[in-house]
């Protein structure tokens, strides 16, 4: 069969961008249903202990516009918010495990009437000891908080003799890291709307980037059967990870409001509610150790890593993994040791946040081979150079390197871009320049650990006009998937941009298309649009076939001018939708695609725990100001090999975007904590990188295609948050000569530090 | 393969039936959106003219409460709302054609501002002179309301050479018989809710059949593209034709309110509007003439059918095909000459209902059939015995009856039921009883002049827990075929039927399944459910096997226990559901069927208009008051061959409802026009039959498989409704020997013509 023939055509808009740019677009606070409630949650006030009772709740069931009130004595089904484990509960029935911990929901017939009854909640409590730092977690007299000895999962990797590795290095180098929280900080909050159904079933309406998770959450909580419950994603202004487990909360409490006031009842949370409860990255604690032969040859790596998961398991197991799993670098190392905790504590549960545990871990080792080089006065692209994953390398868990990776172009190129060349501190003045690297792979999607959940549904359907309907369960939440959607689908069906529209998720819709996560919408959810465009197509080009007399593998799909060629003659792609709906073929199709062979020794850490890598590196050039502390990054080459780019502005916005936010992971995000109570829950007191704090990052695309994916794509979204605070911390060691191993780096510590040297 | 054990299980309760008597069902008049606006109706004075201007239009739009008014010029795409033609208007540009048109719409804040401004509205106008009846119309000097000469349509069947067929007959009976207008008289009046999207699309929700309908009509009068109209039916208080086409109307109106407004706007009417404007059976004036041989054998039949299609055409063609089609009964006579035509006249145009152009026509045969045997001085059972079709016959279209033809069965069975034997007026006393019966054949879809839409797509989709959500686009309306789908569905998958869910229908969600119209939801529908769900059978099969170590083929399922066996072993459906689900397996799917090879030539009207037939036979018995003139029906045993019934309690309530509804036809339904304004537009005016009104019909199902329909199922929706009418003119004539040939024959009638005969 002729392929299609696909370039890239004029239009370079994103699908949603008139919908977002004009104010149309409608979020969770412009979705009303007529005589709709509004949700607000009481909150525990104390960090661990037992709530005995909510002292004045027949008063506030009495206050002003106050329609219902729902403990934990009031849940249909199970009292679980299901995530890996089922331990966290969807009202704390007694015991609580953080501070904000949901208790018991308010249902009222305006918001500030439902949040003024939450506030006025008086408790009868009794305190318990409590535990807030992971490390403190793991000691034997520790506060119990849950899990098996506080741990919620344990994870480790065994290749080759560690031992034996570092006795043949020359040179070792080892370093223990710290990162504190990050917040998500997506631009709207949390919220969701919960509509009781006729037949005893119930919708729910929300930001979110996982409605199937939500679906089963309000399965397990209703005690509704999967047949009566619908999900549908509203548009959602970002999530960032922070979209993936938690929604499933509120859309829990939103479905108990509305089945005991068997009316429509929305909970959106506002800033403060939302930084209190929801999910965060977790703090991490990593130890790498790495050694090298004097020629840069790294011989061995062991890593201990400690994360803070918080209160409650949620996601931190797969946090852990893909963290251990990533550890030792993006290097072809005979011998790795490497060992990873998600630890309780009384804190806010920790969760999903792109880069999902490799962010700090490869904070950790990419600083590590920062000073693996000095230490071997080698440059430090150089050293990376002798140790990347090339095709045929094995990875920390004996992985073989196949098809396509692009690491060492996108190393040569990022370097190139911002012609990359150490200072060594040696800038006079008072503004110091510096330079930094770093190098990231990334196992696209769900991998080994997360295999139920590595498949995809989704549906094409073309109308009479030629319009195109795709339906499927991944979500946009800014980071472009239909765009990409979009454009597999039309690229495939031969048909201009314009006419294919991509619906808002809805799982009665399609089969359950996994999570938006991993990274994984393009490689995984694209393969299902693939098959189901393609099927349609095939029934066009039968059409086309039997309308020109040749057989359908004679047929050549133009995309670029949307027409159906053979050398007999040719139609356009409307004539064939035409022809078709004429002869009543069905031009309709579900796609499906499931991720398969990805393996993982629980033992030993070995096997293929993803089944497609993609690669990265960042270069980038700081500016230190010695007086003030202040860290500006003044050049950003952030270079991907993403396989294909299906939507080039998209692929480099991605860029863009993740390395913004990873900016501010290094440098300006600062969680405060104390006994467990955040004491800046706002935007104010929490500050993230705002268009002044963004350099001109400079987004480089490195094609090389993996069969796998559709088009050759791979994934993009999480690798720009991965690698660059290494990167810019390893700059800001080469413009002050100062080897800061925590996130976030402020202004205070680089005054502290160079106070220090001063004296 | 072994095929699936199918027997009867327990349950019998229809899926809706608790929803609709526990009142929580939500019909369009209970759907509700935030900040909804209300749309009414400004409608013509007059039947036929030109309407210059409403003199206070701006007077309307400052009324109290009033959003928006929209006319004829304010629409954005074209001013047609399409049914077989493009002639009918949305909003009367300036021409009216009948009295009630719609000439301009309104949008206030609640129902009441909106009507009362719509009644306010005055007209500058010019009268035409205006034609009422079909056989007027057919005048030369006619005035022209529509069509060629007012020819909507014009159809002819031309079998064999009926003057020779004439000729070789002993006995001739000729008739003309007329039919008024019939009303729907649906539960739930007509109504809709608009809602503008933000992305510029439109979504309609509302009480209707065809769905597909109604997403085509917004298409062309808001020139938005096919993926951006929604269409969801709402539960739906009963249709009977009434909700095929018109539906169209109301959605465009507020769809118009909704774009201009940029709220949601929700239309419903009260029971005149629906009355005086919406669609009814159309009048009809039948010429039919039998000759037959003195052994009864019939030779020839000639018949003229003119039906009075109102202003527009909407489905009169169609109508008036399907009535020529089936004209000349179910007979196997060789020469037939059939003439129809649907004419224009200044009346409310006519479309849909139960029977669809039958029911007039079978009328009329079925009367003269009657006039046939007493001059023959014979049996009509014998008669009909002689003449019926059967396997191997050739109908009117020279159609050859292949498999399935229980015709033979019903007549035996309907006329054994209730001891048939006729009173040939011999009754003493005031209190009269008589017996009368007919046959009836239906062609089951939408054949050969409906082609394009003769095809369904559905969708099956099996969830975690086993439950399964079924998509299709034909409608439950009250005729049970929810309940069928989830029979079909259940099983073929063998699961139970409390696990299946059929959704209410969405145009965006499964590929155009037809209108729900011509019986064809059970056959045609039912194939494609059927499709979807042995698709992923075939799927839980293969899982099974491999469970259970054999080959896919060596699977039985058994619906009955929800089990999957083997000689190996067995498993039940859930434990099948789950073990698809960790292997990732696709378990939905898309079905598809299409209806293939239906043939009629306009020439000569020859061919296979329809690929199947039901039959049926009715036998009544009535008495007849020769004081009051009342009738009333004492026995009616209805026997209909529908293949196979696929839940029979749904079958025999069909058979029941059709019945009464056809015994209003007879008897009760008196709608009257002066000068094309209908005179009594309420259920007071117009006496539909009350449950007082209603006899004990009997239903008889006969199982005559056809290969085509899902387990050997064919139609049944519009059969009751068809033969009914006859059966008890018949009746009313052996009773009185009075001859009968209107409906409806009120009381006055039969009293007026027994009062000549004692004169």
Request: hydrophobic content about 35%; overall charge negative; aromatic content about 8%.
């Amino acid at each position: 069969m002729k392929e299609t023939k696909r370039v890239k055509r004029d239009s370079d808009i994103r699908v949603d961008a008139r919908i977002k740019v004009s104010g149309k677009a409608r979020f969770i606070e412009d979705v009303e249903f007529a005589n709709m409630l509004h949700g607000a949650t009481i909150r525990s006030p104390i960090p661990h202990g037992r709530i005995a009772s909510i002292v004045n709740l027949e008063k506030i069931r009495n206050m002003p516009g106050v329609r219902a009130v729902v403990t934990a004595n009031d849940i249909p089904g199970e009292n679980i918010v299901p995530f890996v484990k089922q331990d966290y509960p969807c009202l704390a029935p007694d015991e609580v495990k953080f501070h904000g911990q949901a208790v018991a929901l308010v249902a009222a017939e305006t918001v500030e009437e439902a949040r003024s009854a939450a506030r006025s909640a008086e408790f009868e409590y009794e305190e318990y000891p409590a535990v807030f730092d992971a490390v403190q977690a793991m000691k034997p007299d520790a506060v119990h908080v849950g899990g098996e000895d506080n741990v919620h999962s344990y994870f480790r990797i065994r290749k080759g003799d560690v031992d034996k590795g570092f006795r043949e290095a020359d040179v070792i180098v080892e370093g223990v890291f710290n990162n504190k929280h990050q917040v998500h900080c997506y631009l709207e909050n949390q919220g969701v709307v919960a509509v009781p159904e006729s037949g005893g079933g119930i919708s729910v309406y929300g930001s979110m980037q996982c409605p199937f998770y939500v679906q089963n959450a309000l399965v397990k909580v209703t005690g509704i059967r999967y047949s009566g419950i619908k999900v549908v994603q509203t548009v959602t202004g970002g999530g960032f990870g922070g979209k993936e487990d938690v929604p499933s909360i509120l859309a829990s409490h939103a479905a108990l409001l509305a089945l005991r006031t068997q009316r429509p009842v929305r909970i959106i949370y506002d800033r403060e509610e939302d930084f209190i409860s929801m999910s965060k990255r977790h703090p991490a604690r990593t130890r790498v150790k790495y050694g090298a032969t004097k020629e840069g040859k790294i011989t061995a790596c062991e890593a201990e890593y400690i994360v803070n998961g918080g209160a409650f398991c949620t996601l931190s197991p797969i946090v852990a993994w893909r963290g251990v799993v990533h550890i030792s670098g993006p290097y072809d190392i005979p011998n790795v040791k490497a060992d990873s905790y998600a630890m309780a504590t009384n804190t806010v549960p920790c969760g999903a946040f792109r880069g999902f545990g490799q962010t700090q871990a490869n904070f950790a080792n990419e600083c590590l081979m920062d000073e693996l080089a000095e230490k071997l006065d080698m440059d430090p692209v150089e050293l990376r150079k002798r140790n990347i994953l090339k095709t045929g390398s094995r990875t920390s868990t004996g992985q073989v390197i196949g098809e396509s990776c692009g690491l060492e172009e996108t190393l040569i190129k990022a370097a190139e871009k911002i012609n990359f060349k150490q200072h060594f501190g040696r800038d006079k003045g008072i503004r110091k320049k510096g330079m930094g690297i770093s190098t990231t792979f990334y196992g696209v999607g769900l991998g080994a650990e997360g295999e139920y959940f590595a498949k995809a549904g989704a549906q094409v359907y073309v109308k009479e006009d030629g319009s195109v309907i795709v339906a499927i369960g991944n979500v946009e939440m800014g980071q472009g998937s239909n765009t990409v959607f979009n454009r597999i689908c039309a690229d495939t069906l031969g048909c201009p941009y314009e006419s294919v529209e991509v619906l808002q998720p809805d799982t009665t819709r399609v089969p359950d298309s996994g999570p938006t996560v991993a990274s994984r919408s393009t490689m995984v959810g694209g393969r299902a649009v693939l098959d189901a465009a393609r099927q349609v197509c095939d029934t066009f080009r039968k059409v086309a076939a039997d309308k020109l007399g040749v057989k359908p593998f004679d047929i050549e799909v133009d995309a670029v001018d949307s027409r159906y060629r053979c050398s007999r003659g040719e139609m356009s792609y409307f004539e064939v939708v035409n022809e078709a709906y004429r002869r009543r073929e069905k031009v309709a199709a579900q796609g499906w695609y499931r991720v398969e062979g990805c393996t993982f020794d629980q033992e030993t850490g070995q096997g293929n725990p993803y089944s497609v890598y993609t690669y990265s590196a960042n270069a980038c050039e700081v500016e230190v100001d010695t007086e003030t502390g202040q860290v500006t990054v003044t050049k950003f080459a952030a270079a991907h090999d993403i396989g294909k780019a299906i939507h080039m502005i998209s692929a480099e916005g991605q860029i863009q975007g993740g390395t913004v936010q990873a900016i501010g992971y290094a440098l300006h995000e600062n969680l405060v904590l104390e006994n467990g109570r955040i004491l800046n829950p706002s935007l104010t007191g929490y500050t993230v990188p705002t268009s002044l704090d963004a350099c001109d990052v400079i987004p480089i695309i490195v094609e090389h295609p993996h069969g796998e994916g559709p088009f050759g794509a791979k994934g993009l979204g999480e690798p720009p948050m991965i690698g660059s605070a290494a990167a810019i911390l390893n700059a800001i060691y080469d413009a002050t000569g100062i080897r800061f191993r925590h996130t976030p780096c402020l202004p205070e510590d680089i005054v502290k530090e160079l106070s220090k040297l001063s004296i």
